[in-house]
Structure formats: C-alpha cells, structure tokens
C-alpha cells in the first residue's frame, strides 16, 4: 500500500475539521431558538405620542422618537399597525425614522366600516432594521369613534 | 404482491416520517403574516393514536408479505420489528412506534430493492415521487383555495392542505446553511480533497470516472439534446415570466394584502429619495445631476419616467416596477444560460428556480428593485462578452461594456461581482497558459474600461459608485469577529433575515451538484461563473447577515440549480422516462408552492 504523503495527511487534516465545522453549523441550525432575533440590539429608547381617540376613516398621525446611547443606527423605520375588533380590521404604515431619531406615520382607518359606535383598537410601533425586527417597539389601546 | 409493496412502501417513508418529526417536537421557522415565528412541525391527521396505528399496520403488512416472498431471518426481524412498533404503541409511546416504524420501511427499502431484488428500485422510485407530487398538488391547491376564499383571517394557519407540504420542507431547513456555505466553499473544497484520488483499479476510482464521464458526456450531449424537453422548456419560461409578474398585483389584492402595505422594505427608500430630490432641485437638470450622483442612477430614473409616462405616484411606479424587472431578468438569464448550455430546458429551468425562488421571494421582500435591474444587466452584458470572444469582435465587446456600464448605473452590488468574477478568471487564464491570449485580451479589455468608468465617476466626478460601495462594506462590514460567530449568523440570516426567503434547501442541493458538474465539464464560461461564486466568498464568510444574504443573492445560484437538475434528469431518462417527466412536474410544484407560501404570507 502506497504511503500517505504531507499533502494527503493535511488534505485528511483539512477535510475532517471542515466537516466538524459543518456539523457543528447543522447543529445551530437545528436549534433555531438558540439564535437571537437580533444580533445587534439597538441601545434605544422608542417614545411614541399617541392620539387621545382616532375616528374612523378620519386620517391621523403618529410622532415619535428614538433615543440613541450610541450613534443613531442608519436605515431604521418605524412601522405602525392599527387592529380594531377583529383581525380582519387592520391598517399597517411604515415610515422612514430620520437621522435625528424623529418619526411621523399616519394611518387611515379604512377598512369595513364596524357596526358598532366605537370600537378598541390595539396600536403597535415597531422599529425595524431594514428586514428585521429591532426589538423596539410600543403599544397602546385605543378608542375609535365610527361616525354614523 | 410486489406491486402492493412498492406502493405501500412509499406511504410508509413519507407518513412515518411525518409522524417522527411530529413527535421528536422539532420545531422551524416560519414566516406567517410577515412575522418570523417558531412553529412545532407538528401534523396530526385523525388523532396521535389512530395514525401512529395505521403507520404500525402499514410495516406488519410489509413485513408479512416479504417474509411471505422471501423466507430468511432479516424478513422475520422485520416482522419482530413492526410487532415491536404495535407493543410501543400500545404503551402510548408514540415517538418510539412511529420511529420503529420509520426503520422498518428504511430497512425494508434497502432489504428488498437492493439486497433482494425483491421490489423494482425503479417502481418504488415512481410511487414515492408519485406521493410526494401529490403532496406538492394539494399544496398549490391549498394556497389556490386560500386565495380564492376571500376575507381571510391574517392570523390564522395555513390550512391542513398546504401544511403538510411546508412541513415536509421546512424539517429540511437545517440543512439550508451547511448546503449553502459548502456551495460557497465548493471551489476552495476541490482543491483541498484534490490531493485525495482514490487508488486505481479501486470502486470508488471506478465510481468517480463512470461520475466524470458520464457528467463530461451528458454536458457535450446537452446542444444536441436541446429540443429534447421541448414542450417542457416552453412551459417553464412562460411560467417564469408569468409567475412573478402575477405575483406583483397579487400581492396588492384585498385578499393577500388587507391593509393595502407596502410590500418591499427598499421600495420606502426609493420613494423617499425620489420626492426629496424633486422637491430639492429647482430644474430637471438640477435633478438628473442628483440622480447620477447616487449608485442607483439608473433604477431611481425609470421609477421617475415611469411615473411621469403614466401620471403616477412614485410608490404606486415602484411598487408595480417587479411586473417589470422580473421578465426583463428572466429573458437575461434565460439567454445567458442557453449560451452556456446550449439547452433549452437547461435555460427554462434556472429561468423558472430564480422566478419562484430565493432570488425572488427575497427581492419581493426586500424591494430589491435595483438589484433586480443590476443583475439583469450583468447576466445580459457577461452574455454578450462570452458572444464576443467566440466571435472575436471588438464591437460585441463594446456593447457588452455599454451593458456592464449600465449595470454599474442600476446597482453597484452585481457591476462589482462581474468584475471581481472577470479579474479572477483573466488570472486564471494567465495560469493557465496553454489558453490563447486573445481571450486575456478581451477580459483585459472589459475589465479596464469598467474600472475606468468607475474611476471617473467615483474619483474624478466624486459622486458614489460601485468602488466607493464596496470599500464601505469592505472596511465597515467585514470582520473576524463575524467569521468566529459564523453559524449564528449564517442561520439567522437563512431563518429571519428577508422573512427567512433563503431557506429553501433544493435550491442548494441542485446547486452543488451543478458546481460539481461545472468543476468537471471545464469550459471558459463555466469558470467565470465558477469564479464568480469564488468572488463572493471572502463577503459570505466575514459578513454579517445582510452581506451574506446579498453574496447569495448576487450570484448565479439558478443556473448552477439548473445545471445539476438537468444532470439528474439525464440520468434519469436513461432508466426511466417516467421518471423524468415525474420529476420535472415535481419541480414546477415544489417551487410555485415556495413562491405561493411566500407572497401570501408577505403582507400583515
């Protein structure tokens, strides 16, 4: 039988520990709640002022703000989503947050009019780093007039 | 009797398999509503008890009639086996039974088809394509019904019909990373196991030659075979010019997008940049110098003629642009491939995988409009350059810079891997130096016009370019750090990163194939594409998630897909045409289904 040579004895070598890497990376992969969310979590603050009572089909804005520990990450946005009643009532906008942190998103009830005078609604701002989920966000219930 | 075998044989893989996955409390990630969720791959079809039943009587029957056929030791352990599957059963240990159950038909395959002779291997090949394209049907089905129902609840799961298809994928998703990352390792991977021939005379030195000619043989064969698949071939590049285009305005239908969203995260950036530059700039050319200044000169100006051609809004023009994008894409890639292969399936099928998968779930996702027009443009201008070393003509040459140029103006991200794909092949041509020098002559002359081009534009004019773009990335993205922590972020970014778009496994599994058949047939166009994967490695291993996600999306991916699809079918139909053809409709299922899950989930 021929003898191993050094670059037999380093290929072996090489080869072994790529697959060791690859099983190990098999295994993360199959313990998807070991990764976190959001590798780098934003050192923010999200306030967010909220209208006292929204009426339905009645345009409104919502302003807010992230305080930054750090430098103010690029490329954030800051999406809302209004769900009244049921799910089948909901209404989603995104903005842009500025360099500054500051944010303006308006939403417009307008879907199915609800047979109801008013209705509570669940208001949710998320911040999203632009495919995913910073972490940030804030809610509030809320009161919708439905004019007659 | 045999045939009852190999038709049970195939519901026994598939369900106890099912059921296995059920009980080991394995658990996915899935994109539901635009939120990335854990979900258990959990399927119950009557109830736990009845199903794990009918699995254990399924095997008893197996058993039976092989000990019945053949009246050895290993057939009688097999019916001690599915007897031992009732028992666990009836002491309520679910997860036991049904994985007995799942060695019984794993061991029956092997015993009777490989050992024995008993079963076709063929047939049970048939029937269990059969099943699991049935599977594929009821799927598409699902998402049609889920469709046409109208006034869905956002929130609710998908319906049984299509769950059992997602499932069956999804339990595959662990090997999304690995096959991924040894797709980008693959060229780096050769040269390591080089040194490790096997001896000759050897099985496997016999195994790997049959492997080399067979793949040296089919590729040659593949020109002359072009007309072979024909209507197949039609088929798939209608689709994949169809497909995506349709998805566009479904993705705006009261049904799929209840809160009328913007899908597409960049689509917010371009609308953005575009009214502020309008309301910024007192004259058009005021506006057309800011527009050039920026690395996407190109996209944000046929967002703007289109909205003024057609007297819309910037969002509802960017928002409509994939309708666009996507067939001007498709009929790039399908040239380039055809002018690779010479195959028209070959061309349809990597045409057909990019419009129903990662590329494009991505690219709707993340809005990637100018990536999208980017890589259209580099797929065109790499097609012509090729055409013009064969021809050997300067003014093809010219054109193919023009295309590379416009490229550079659509989007930094493809214009830069062409180049780094262009340089490393004129390196590899130097090395090689039994290779005729007027092909360095061609590259070299591609690579110093574009590189010119970007010269003046980022270094003389000072506006952004593709150079400016890649050392920000280089010097602000890359890092070791993101080398040692690999695998979390590698599969965060399978899992979470554009709604887990790049977590569909049979997109890498024909990939690597189609590099192994790319490392073996070595042609110049091959190894451009070859090095075109080798560009992106350094991004895909010290990058973060978004890096790694644009390597991936950036490079040809499909067309390797492609190329080891078309190996596998040749195979094929030299066995069993049926096959073939059982395999190509499996295809078209599995990939509208990704495409399908995808669109409808993508909207709250």
């Known amino acids: ?148 | 009797m045999r045939k009852i075998i190999e038709i049970l044989l195939p519901i026994l893989i598939v369900f106890s398999y099912l059921k296995v996955l059920s009980f080991s409390g394995v658990t996915s990630i899935l994109m539901i509503r635009r939120w990335s969720m854990a979900k258990p791959l959990s399927i119950v079809f009557i109830n736990d008890f009845i199903d794990c039943l009918a699995i254990a009587f399924i095997a008893l029957t197996i058993s039976i009639l092989l000990a019945y056929g053949c009246r050895k030791y290993p057939s009688f352990l097999l019916i001690l086996a599915s007897a031992i599957s009732i028992i666990f059963l009836a002491s309520s240990l679910y997860f036991c039974s049904a994985l007995t159950s799942l060695f019984v038909s794993l061991f029956s395959t092997i015993y009777a088809a490989s050992l024995k002779k008993e079963i076709s291997l063929s047939h049970l090949a048939k029937y269990l394509s059969s099943l699991l394209l049935l599977i594929e049907a009821v799927g598409v089905i699902g998402w049609l019904l889920y469709l046409l129902h109208g006034g869905i609840n956002p929130y609710m799961e998908p319906l049984p019909l299509q769950d059992l298809e997602t499932k069956i994928i999804y339990s595959f998703s662990p090997l999304t990373p690995v096959l991924a990352t040894l797709f980008m390792l693959s060229i780096p991977l050769f040269i390591i196991v080089k040194p490790l021939r096997p001896i000759e005379g050897s099985r496997p030195a016999e195994l790997l030659n049959r492997f080399k000619a067979f793949t040296k043989n089919a590729v040659s064969n593949l020109s002359r075979h072009s007309e072979k698949y024909g209507a197949w071939s039609r088929i798939f590049l209608f689709s994949a010019l169809i497909i995506p285009a349709l998805a566009t305005f479904l993705l705006y239908t009261p049904t799929v997008n209840p809160s009328n969203m913007v899908i597409g995260v960049d689509i917010l950036y371009y609308v953005d940049f575009l009214r502020d530059l309008q309301g910024s700039s007192q004259n058009g050319l005021e506006f057309l110098y800011k527009v050039f200044s920026s690395d996407r000169s190109l996209t944000l100006l046929i967002i703007y003629s289109i909205s003024r051609l057609f007297a819309i809004d910037f969002r509802l023009a960017s928002i409509y642009l994939p309708a666009i994008l996507s067939p001007f894409l498709i009929l790039s890639l399908y040239y380039l491939t055809l002018n690779l292969f010479r195959n028209k399936l070959c061309a349809s099928l990597a045409c057909f995988l990019a419009a129903t998968g990662p590329f494009t779930t991505a690219s709707f996702y993340g809005g990637f409009l100018a990536n999208w027009l980017g890589l259209s443009l580099t797929y065109l201008s790499l097609n012509i350059m090729m055409k013009s070393i064969e021809q050997y003509s300067m003014k093809t040459l010219l054109l193919s810079i023009l295309l590379s140029i416009l490229s550079h103006l659509a989007h930094p991200v493809p214009w830069s891997f062409l180049m780094a794909a262009i340089t490393l092949t004129a390196l590899l041509v130097t090395a090689q130096r039994n290779t005729g020098r007027g092909i360095l002559k061609f590259l070299a002359a591609f690579i110093a016009v574009n590189i010119l081009y970007d010269f003046i534009k980022t270094r003389i004019l000072k506006f952004t370019g593709a150079t400016v773009v890649a050392e920000s990335i280089v010097s602000t993205e890359l890092s070791f750090a993101n080398l040692v922590n690999f695998w979390p972020i590698n599969v965060f970014m399978a899992y979470f990163h554009v709604g887990g778009a790049f977590n569909f496994p049979p997109t890498y599994i024909f990939a690597l194939l189609g590099m192994a058949v790319f490392s073996i047939a070595r042609f110049l166009k091959f190894d451009i594409l070859r090095m075109w994967v080798l560009a992106g490695l350094p991004l895909y291993l010290l990058g973060p998630d978004y890096v790694q996600a644009r390597t991936l999306q950036n490079i040809p991916i499909d067309i390797f897909a492609s190329g080891g699809l078309v190996m596998v079918l040749e195979y094929l139909s030299l066995k069993d045409k049926i096959l073939s053809a059982l395999l190509l409709i499996f295809i078209y299922l599995l990939y509208l289904n990704n495409l399908l899950r995808f669109i409808v989930n993508l909207p709250f």
């Open chain 1, 1 to 148: 039988m021929d003898s191993l040579g050094f670059k037999q004895i380093l290929s072996i070598m090489l080869v072994n520990l790529i697959a060791l890497w690859l099983t190990y990376g098999y295994l993360v992969a199959a313990n998807p709640l070991t990764i976190k969310e959001a590798p780098g979590k934003l050192n923010c603050k999200l306030s967010v002022d909220y209208p006292d009572m929204i009426v339905y089909g009645v345009k409104f804005g919502i302003s807010g703000r992230l305080i930054c520990e750090d430098k103010m990450p690029h490329q954030l946005m800051a999406q809302a989503l209004l769900v009244c009643g049921d799910v089948h009532m909901l209404t989603v906008n995104t903005t842009i947050v500025r360099d500054d942190g500051t944010f303006k998103v308006y939403l417009e009830p307008s879907f199915p009019k609800p047979h109801t005078n008013n209705i509570q609604c669940g208001l949710t701002v998320h911040v999203i780093s632009k495919t995913v989920s910073t972490g940030l966000m804030d809610k509030k219930t809320l009161t919708m007039i439905v004019p007659s």
